[in-house]
Structures are given as structure tokens and as C-alpha cells.
């Protein structure tokens, strides 16, 4: 240990340089060879085209699969294979591949903890963190992004979809596989809450919550934010068709990574970049696609803010309204139906999708897509392709399940149930409106006529744990059936808009939760579902009316499914009924609540992140950071 070597020999060979090169080009390039050959790259090859790979991996794995280091979750856990696989396609191709890193979050690891303030302001900083790595390898030809879960794919979109004048790629992690016995990822984070309510043994829980990962790779098993934003990856054109929600490693997993290393070199060599890729009609795509899987409310955040990353216009609500209420939901996975995302990929993923969207007319054909076909030729070839009809006979023949009911088309999904997916609800407690996923409400307590109408008492909380608390209480002091919980100073001024999944999941799976409302200026995961609310504005530190609701008000909540219409407002109180216009008059006469305040755990980076976004469009502009507009903030 302590014999010491303090010289080396250096690599053998030469550098590729030219007296041209050393004439006209940067140190900075002339030290990268140096640096390069130092690395142990065969000196001879180090003139190939550049190609860097961006990937967001955690942990240690050891060459078996063995963890020697955990990673925060599984979706950043094997996708150090996907970048190997690329680099080996990279080197086959004669180029020369580079590697960097910037891991994420798990926001299911995070639920319910001073980690989740720090969740959304962490795909801002991360997409940060990725342009610079992309702008300090100057001399690369392309970009191949890999990612897979709820702020770390988002962020990689957000990187390359700046990367205007470049080619680029993205690479989806793909999905974990279901438990053969047991629950999902997401109906087990609330076996805390049934255990409370002794709807589950000790033992129960303990076994539930071990297995609830089938394999050890990929994004969770149901179309929450992370899948949802693999899906809107692949409708925008950055990624190559059925890409996807592939199951974690597998053979059609790494074969992907392969194919889609070749395909970045492909566009490089005919100049093919990223503002070709991504464009408006690329965005309205991927809205399209998006209400047609009935995904996550959180890409409502994130598709505005790639597309201001793209330089382009970032969709409103009323953009969001007017594509909701001509797109039908065909998608019936987890958690809005009761298959997981893995036979979504079985069924054909987002091409299958695309077909149905077509024969509708709400396609536009004529986007570009990282496979260096326009969308129109690429549904042409899915449609007759040995891989979709291979795919479908084998989720029959795996699962016993026909591809017709994961993926439906419009006539068999209205006849299924399946409604459109979201829903802005407005009125006197949410002015500039509010955000529910309208298709995922249970359709037990919906009306005859497709409106879901509910009117209770207010439960109002400041802080998450007291209402989590109150859920958990089977007493008198408790939540019950026919509440209206109402949680606020949580939207990003307060907390960082973090996500309240552990209420909205303990909500789902309890005999009486289907009977509650939620109302919140927080965000929700993607695997949320019932009469939850989110997105509230203004929020309540932002002098927002939901800031004056008091204990025992009488708040009326209206969502009628078909029309996608919706008002949440305050009707009543002590005892006394009014209209939804006096509401508003009773709520302005009302000084805010005493205990408004943001959450005394919220760090300074997120408070400084709340300032900017805020100054930068706010919750409907995508919490961006729009330099323009901060700057002349700081100005005034």
C-alpha cells in the first residue's frame, strides 16, 4: 500500500493532430485529445466524431446486478446498461462516445418529507446542470439523452430540447415489471394508512410492501409522471417509435438504446438537429397523446416548460381545454384502469395510440421525428410491422390479456367508461383556476349524468403531516366520509409545490376515502386519482381566497366529466347558505388566515427557485425560469 509511484509513462502512440489544428483550433480542443488518450482511448481512433451521452443513473451495481451501492430508485438503477449498450453502437460506428451524469430524486421516496420541497425545484436545476455538461464537451456532434422518472426525464427533455443547433436523442428507461403476487408501487405507499384503519395485519403490510417491485429496473409500474413522460418523449419525436415504457432490461430494452445510438449518429450526418424535432406541432402532439393515455397532471408543468426551452410558445389552459375536449381517453392502465404500463408496450405503446389518434384527424403527420421520418411515414410502417403484430399476440398469449382492452379505440372506449382526461375547474376559491385528473374519479360517486357533485364541510390544514394525521384518525377528530379536505401554503411559495401522493393514495385505498374531496395549491403525483384538486391559484401565500377558507365552511365542488367543466367554490358558512357569488364577496371581506405561512423546513434554494419561476409565468408557464422576464424584475 504504501509503495508509491510518483511518474507514469504516459500512453503510447501519437495524437491525430494536423498543423492545422494546432494553428487554428482552441486549447481546449487540443487538451481534450490529451485528456482523452490519458483516459486510455486508443490514440489512432481519437479523431472519430464525438458523441456524449447524458444519463441521470444512481447507485453501484456490480457486474452481476448486485447492488453495492443503492441508487434512490429503480428507475435510475440500470440505465447505466442502456448507456453501455450505446456506447458499444457508438464505437461500432466509428465514433467516439463520452459519458456524464446528473442522478435524480425518487419522488415516492420522498413523499410526506422535507425532500419533496425540493422535488420540482430540482428539474430546473437539473436541466441546468445538463446544458452546461452539453456545452463544456464543445466539440460533440450530438447528444443522446437517457433517462426515466418523474424530474429527471422531464429535465433531459428540457436539455435537449435547448440543444437547437445539435442532433439529439432520448432514451427512455422503460418500466419495472408488476409483482406476480402482490400490489404496485403505487397502492402500496399507502399500507400505512389502511394498517391505521386495520384494513391491513402488520404481516400483510410487511410482505405487501417488500415485493412490490417485479424486477429491479425502470420507472413505476402505472402511467404516473414518469411514465407519462416517456410517452411525451416519444410523441414529441425525440425518442425512436415504441420506445416507450419498455420493461428494464431486456433484450427490446437495450436493443432500443442500440438502435437509437444510431439513429444520432443518422441525423448528424444529415443535419437533422433538435429545432427540426421539436416544434409547435411537435407540442401539440404531445398534448394529444397526452389526454389520450390519460396521464399525469404534472406534465401540465413540465410540456409548457420544454417547449420554453425549445424557444417556443408554451401552451395556456385554454390550449390545454380546447385539446382535452376533442381527445377521447384510449389507455387503461394503472392508475386509471387496471393494467400495468408494461402491456401498455405490449399493446403498441405510443404508435398504437397514434393510429387511432389518426384515423381521427388530430394528428399532425407532417412533425419530424428523431427516426429521420416524418410521423405519417412512421404510422405507416408500425401499422403492417412484424413488431407490432409479434408484440400483441404475445401479451395474449403472457398475460391472457387482449391488446384491444389495454389500448381501445374510441367506440369501445366510450363504452367502457373512459372519459377525457383532465379537467380547470375555476370559481370563487380558485380564480385562475385549478387542475383535476376528471377521468380518474371513482365512477361510483359520479351522477348518472357524468358530473361528479359533492358538498361538505372544509378540513383545512397548512401542513401536510396534520392532514395525513387526520386521515390516519379513526376517532372523532378524524377525516371522514363526506369531508372536504382542504391543504394549503404548499404550493411552490410555501413548499416548493411539493406533491401529496401519501393523502391522495391513503384516500384511494380506504373503504370510506372515495368519499372525501381534496383541494390544494400542491401538485399531485401521476399515479393520484379520485376528487382531487390541485394547482390552485393564486395559491394562498400568494393572497389566493383558498388562503381565507375557515374549519366547517361549506365548500361545493362540481366536475362534470363529459363536458370538462368544473368550479370549486365556497357556499356556506356557519350554518348559512349562500351562491357562489356571495362566496366570493364573504372571501374577500375575510383578512387571511393567522396561520398562513410557508413551511419552516423550506430550504433557501427552493425558496429561490419559488421567486424565479414565479417572476418567470408561474404554475401555468411551467415553472421556468424565463431570463427575459426575471431580468427585467430585477430592473424595475
Known sequence: MLDVQTVGAGPSGRLPLTAEMLLERPSGDIFGLTQNAGMGWDPRELGRPQFLMLGTNGGIRGPDGRPIALGYHTGHWEIGLLMQAAAEEFRAQECLPFAAFCSDPCDGRTQGTVGMMDSLAYRNDAAMVLRRLVRSLPTRKG????????????????????????????????????????????????????????????????????????????GCQFLGTAATSQVIGEALGLSLPHSALAPSGQPIWTDMARRSARALVSLAARGVTASAIVTDAAIRNAMVVHAAFGGSTN????????????????????????????????????????????????????????????????????????????????????????RRHGLRERLRLADGVAPEDVIMDPDRARSRGLTSTVTFPRGNLAPEGSVIKSTAIDPSVVDADGVYRKTGPARVFVREKDAIAAIKNPGAAGIKAGDVLVLICRGPIG?????????????????????????????????????????????????????????????????????LEGSIDLVGEGGREFSADEGARVLAARPPRPDLSADPDIADDTRLWAALQQAGGGTWGGCVYDVDAIVGALRR
Open 143 to 218: 447528444v443522446l439523452g437517457v433517462a426515466t422518472c418523474d424530474k429527471g426525464l422531464p429535465a433531459m427533455m428540457m436539455t435537449l430540447a435547448a440543444m437547437r443547433a445539435l442532433p439529439v436523442v432520448l432514451v427512455p428507461g422503460g418500466v419495472t415489471l408488476p409483482p406476480r403476487d402482490g400490489e404496485d408501487a403505487g397502492k402500496v405507499q399507502s399500507i400505512g394508512a389502511r394498517f391505521a384503519h386495520g384494513e391491513l395485519t402488520l404481516e400483510q403490510a410487511q410482505d405487501l410492501g417488500c415485493r412490490a417491485c417485479g424486477s429491479p429496473g425502470g
Open 299 to 386: 406534465l401540465l408543468l413540465h410540456t409548457p416548460a420544454i417547449a420554453h426551452a425549445a424557444g417556443l410558445r408554451r401552451p395556456t389552459v385554454e390550449d390545454w381545454i380546447a385539446v382535452n375536449r376533442r381527445v377521447p381517453r384510449l389507455v387503461d392502465t394503472l392508475p386509471n384502469g387496471p393494467h400495468p404500463t408494461v402491456r401498455a408496450f405490449l399493446a403498441g405503446g405510443v404508435p398504437e395510440v397514434m393510429l387511432h389518434l389518426r384515423r381521427l384527424g388530430l394528428l399532425e403527420e407532417s412533425a419530424l421525428t428523431v427516426s429521420g421520418e416524418t410521423l405519417g411515414r412512421v404510422l405507416d410502417w408500425w401499422e403492417t410491422s412484424e
Open 495 to 563: 413548499a416548493g409545490m411539493e406533491e401529496i401522493y401519501q393523502i391522495t393514495a391513503a384516500l384511494k385505498h380506504l373503504s370510506f376515502g372515495k368519499h372525501v374531496a381534496v383541494i390544494t395549491d400542491a401538485r399531485f403525483s401521476g399515479v393520484s386519482t379520485g376528487a382531487c384538486i390541485g394547482h390552485v391559484g393564486p395559491e394562498a401565500l400568494a393572497g389566493g381566497p383558498i388562503g381565507r377558507v375557515r374549519d366547517g365552511d361549506t365548500i361545493r365542488v362540481v366536475v362534470d366529466r363529459n363536458r
